[in-house]
């Protein structure tokens, strides 16, 4: 099994690369990542005497980046993808047959997932928020230039558009919920939305949610929920689900200056 393709280890990249201090959860962190071929069977114990810290230390960085406990960050160790993207392209007859390869091969790519966008629904969307004046976009460290890109054209259309990370404080997604018209929220797992559904259920504005998972159980929750479920094959990587979002947030924006 290859670890460094699991998802604690995406999860603890992620949250490296956030860091901007060397402080005792960076040190857990980039420990962690460097004995990530020792999960499951790692101690925090162990953990906790290379980071010069304390398994109670250790436990309180594990809910920092989302499991409840030590054991359950461990044993995430569930391959992300398995698939490859550059397989398919044919390396040996030249760098200049494999880049021909790969174009042709990424506007199939590109052209398969606007045909199965939902125009309709993006159209609903975009008439929606036709008339407001500020939006949110929530997302992560891997969705962040989903959210950029969603800022980038929608400010360029007049809109004021706050970017917030989905882990930030109570307190600033609130403030960031209260100033705006709207909120995009990206999360394709929906595992956010899940452990915060309490929380959104207090604010009377349109939400509406970009994921993969099937989250009709959340339906009142939500003006309107972007599902990428048709995406089976291309959300299989991080370069797929990346053009997935971006040619959502391509669409609405179009969609938007035709009208």
Not at 32 to 51: G, T
Not at 75 to 87: P, Q, S
Not at 146 to 169: D, P
Not at 186 to 214: G, M
């Amino acid at each position: 099994m290859n670890l460094r393709a699991s998802r604690v280890y995406i999860r603890l990249t992620e949250f490296l690369f956030k860091c901007v201090k060397q402080d005792v959860n960076y040190t857990i962190a980039k420990h962690l990542i460097e004995h990530i071929e020792a999960f499951p069977d790692i101690y925090i114990e162990e953990i906790a005497y290379l980071s010069n810290t304390t398994p109670a230390s250790v436990t309180k960085f594990c809910k920092r980046i989302g499991y409840s406990s030590f054991k359950e960050m461990r044993t995430d160790i569930g391959v992300y993808t398995e698939e490859m993207f550059l397989d398919g392209i044919n390396v040996t007859s030249g760098i200049e047959e494999a880049i021909s390869g790969f174009i042709e091969q990424d506007q199939l790519i590109q052209k398969k997932i606007f045909s199965l966008l939902d125009q309709e629904q993006c159209l609903r969307i975009a008439n929606r928020i036709r008339k407001m004046e500020k939006l949110a976009v929530l997302g992560n460290t891997y969705s962040f230039s989903g959210v950029n890109l969603f800022r980038e054209l929608f400010s360029q259309q007049g809109y004021t558009i706050y970017e917030v990370n989905r882990r930030a404080a109570r307190d600033i997604l609130t403030s960031s919920f209260n100033e705006v018209d709207a909120v995009f929220i990206i999360s394709l797992t929906a595992d956010w939305v899940e452990k915060n559904q309490e929380f959104l259920q207090t604010f009377h504005k349109p939400l509406f949610l970009l994921t993969q998972s099937d989250q009709s159980r959340y339906s009142t929750l939500f003006e309107e929920i972007i599902h990428f479920d048709q995406f089976d094959f291309l959300l299989s990587s991080n370069y797929y689900s990346q053009k997935v979002i971006h040619s959502w947030i391509i669409l609405l924006s179009i969609l938007l200056k035709i009208s």
